[in-house]
């Protein structure tokens, strides 16, 4: 599985990748309230330290976003860049996520009860 040309081993539909975006930003939506929540992210391969297949540091690369839906959208489509999923995995896949996150919040995630 090396190079620009490689089938990775798990079907396409739907982007796993994306499901867990989904379901991770609904949760973040739920928990506070509101979509507006603007962050910013830096990912362990580019973040000026890590070093690349020839030994040269990889260049610090922080991606700011501002909002959980502007980041849950661009993680699945990460998945299409790569090659490896299409739009409506990736759709399919933030829904999934995002019905998975509102089932745990409704009956797992709940306050718990004075006695």
Do not use: C
Request: hydrophobic share 35%.
């Amino acid at each position: 599985m090396n190079g620009p040309n490689f089938t990775p081993p798990f079907p396409a539909y739907p982007s796993g990748h994306a499901g867990f975006g989904g379901a991770i930003f609904e949760i973040l939506r739920r928990f506070y309230g509101t979509d507006n929540i603007g962050f910013t992210f830096v990912s362990d391969e580019f973040n000026g330290v890590t070093k690349d297949h020839n030994g040269n540091v990889r260049p610090y690369m922080p991606r700011s976003f501002s909002s959980l839906s502007q980041a849950e959208d661009e993680n699945g489509q990460s998945r299409i860049y790569l090659g490896i999923h299409w739009r409506f995995d990736k759709t399919a896949g933030i829904n999934q996520g995002q019905r998975i996150a509102d089932y745990i919040f409704d009956h797992a995630f709940l306050p718990v009860k004075s006695e």
